[in-house]
């Protein structure tokens, strides 16, 4: 939990299943400020790659490559604003919000933190390459398979291989571990917590509940969390 926030159940619904192809299409239409050419664009192959595993459907992911790119008309201008706070319990948490409407998003953002407290965080996080990746034997070694492709730490959970790179290596190395054995589920930049508190009981669910909340807004990108478990 100390990676990216992701709420339960979330993919399971289709209210969500639309949520998540809303985030995936703002994503993409930042990243095709850089170029609507996947192949020379790492930052639009890693989304595009995302969008289809996501099951989006080709002419929405398109229209937004084209919408980011500023081939269309209604081009949308998304700004990245993150935010830095406390969840209750002390439990550091970044906001990564992708928005057309700063004020009203930083209302929002202010209104979810009423349970928490608005602050500077970032200095308890490093900012990292995320690849969740599943190996294609039992046999193949993550730790092995990391040193490799250039990965400077891993964690496992069940069949998840999480990979930690540099931020400027983290498309490399998502090249690389094909080569080593492993399937790459998603990869992408995020703030990795240097040191989770570790809750349970009421404790937990109140910040659980905190979290869900902050998820649930539509300008709402990425929720990073210093939560143990």
């Known amino acids: 939990?100390?990676?990216?926030?992701?709420?339960?159940?979330?993919?399971?619904?289709?209210?969500?299943?639309?949520?998540?192809?809303?985030?995936?299409?703002?994503?993409?239409?930042?990243?095709?400020?850089?170029?609507?050419?996947?192949?020379?664009?790492?930052?639009?192959?890693?989304?595009?790659?995302?969008?289809?595993?996501?099951?989006?459907?080709?002419?929405?992911?398109?229209?937004?490559?084209?919408?980011?790119?500023?081939?269309?008309?209604?081009?949308?201008?998304?700004?990245?604003?993150?935010?830095?706070?406390?969840?209750?319990?002390?439990?550091?948490?970044i906001v990564e919000c992708l928005t057309e409407n700063k004020n009203r998003t930083a209302q929002s953002i202010r209104t979810l933190f009423r349970k928490g407290q608005l602050s500077a965080v970032a200095w308890d996080f490093d900012y990292m390459g995320f690849i969740e990746a599943s190996a294609n034997s039992a046999d193949i070694d993550p730790e092995e398979a990391a040193?490799?492709?250039?990965?400077?730490?891993?964690?496992?959970?069940?069949?998840?291989?999480?990979?930690y790179t540099e931020p400027t290596d983290l498309d490399l190395v998502s090249r690389a571990l094909p080569e080593a054995g492993f399937t790459v589920q998603s990869a992408k930049l995020g703030y990795r917590p240097k040191n989770p508190v570790s809750l349970e009981g009421e404790a937990l669910e109140e910040v659980e509940a905190f979290l869900e909340a902050i998820d649930a807004d539509d300008d709402v990108q990425n929720v990073y969390v210093g939560l143990a478990g």
């Open 1 to 93: 939990m100390g990676a990216q926030w992701k709420a339960k159940g979330r993919t399971e619904a289709a209210a969500a299943k639309g949520k998540l192809f809303t985030k995936l299409t703002k994503e993409i239409m930042v990243a095709a400020r850089g170029g609507p050419d996947p192949e020379s664009n790492s930052r639009l192959r890693m989304a595009v790659e995302q969008a289809k595993k996501a099951s989006m459907p080709r002419d929405t992911l398109e229209r937004a490559i084209k919408k980011g790119a500023g081939l269309l008309d209604d081009a949308d201008n998304y700004e990245l604003v993150t935010y830095e706070g406390f969840a209750p319990h002390q439990v550091p948490v």
């Open 147 to 163: 040193i490799e492709a250039g990965a400077q730490d891993l964690e496992v959970e069940e069949d998840i291989v999480t990979f």
